[in-house]
């Protein structure tokens, strides 16, 4: 366990629904990125935020997608729309300021769209 | 252009014996790192071990050690005494800019270790 909890673990929701993840980072971290894997594939980044300053944005980031972080402290991603292209495990991690140079990945919310 | 290149699907190993899963990298940035992550079923990934591209020793974490040949853009993984707890995909990464820097990572396509008894 990294400290760093995601919410749901497991999604499965029809297509052309919304729906929002959630992401409780380590407490003072305040840098949060989203990634998104594909089956077979590395995790690919989504977004990132430095505390609520949403900073970089992936072009893998379309229209229908959209990320908070209220007050630096959690962050949700929504999907609206969801296609069945968009099924795929999302990663939330989390890193400290000064030195640090790890990411601490929490579990994933594992999305199924049918 | 793909900046993580793992050439290993699947690799199998003897528990207890030593094994290396390849990396290799392409950036034209002299500052980056480069990192190994481990992804059980569970699906969550576990740090193993970070190497700057200015650190002039081979990074070591217990049994974990990366080979960092720097001119061949290379950056293997060494996990001696294999267990079966070893078992499990691990990933290649690589950070551009400063260790400590905001840039996110860019990850190969993994390789997927057995560990046999």
């Known amino acids: 366990d990294t400290g760093v909890s995601q919410d749901p673990r497991h999604k499965i929701t029809k297509r052309g629904q919304n729906v929002t993840f959630r992401c409780d980072p380590i407490?003072?971290?305040?840098?949060l990125y989203w990634y998104r894997q594909t089956l077979g594939q590395g995790p690919e980044f989504l977004t990132y935020f430095q505390n609520e300053a949403q900073l970089e944005k992936s072009r893998l980031l379309s229209d229908r997608f959209s990320a908070e972080r209220p007050k630096g402290s959690f962050s949700t991603l929504e999907i609206q729309r969801t296609e069945q292209g968009d099924s795929a495990m999302y990663l939330c991690?989390?890193?400290?300021?000064?030195?640090?140079?790890?990411?601490?990945f929490g579990p994933g919310t594992r999305l199924t769209v049918t | 252009a793909q900046k993580i290149t793992q050439t290993q699907p699947g690799m199998f190993v003897q528990e207890k014996e030593a094994v290396t899963l390849d990396c290799t990298y392409d950036t034209s940035d002299p500052s980056y790192g480069l990192f190994w992550y481990k992804q059980p079923s569970s699906g969550e990934m576990i740090f193993l071990i970070y190497?700057?591209?200015?650190?002039?020793q081979n990074a070591t974490e217990g049994r974990y050690s990366l080979n960092f040949q720097k001119a061949r853009k290379s950056a293997n993984l060494v996990i001696s005494a294999s267990q079966l707890g070893d078992s499990a995909m691990y990933f290649c990464a690589m950070r551009e800019g400063p260790s400590s820097g905001n840039t996110p990572l860019v990850f190969g396509k993994g390789t997927r270790l057995s560990v046999i008894a």
């Open positions: 991690a989390t890193m400290g300021d000064g030195y640090s140079y790890e990411q601490y």
């Open positions: 407490s003072e971290h305040n840098r």
């Open positions: 190497q700057g591209s200015y650190d002039q």
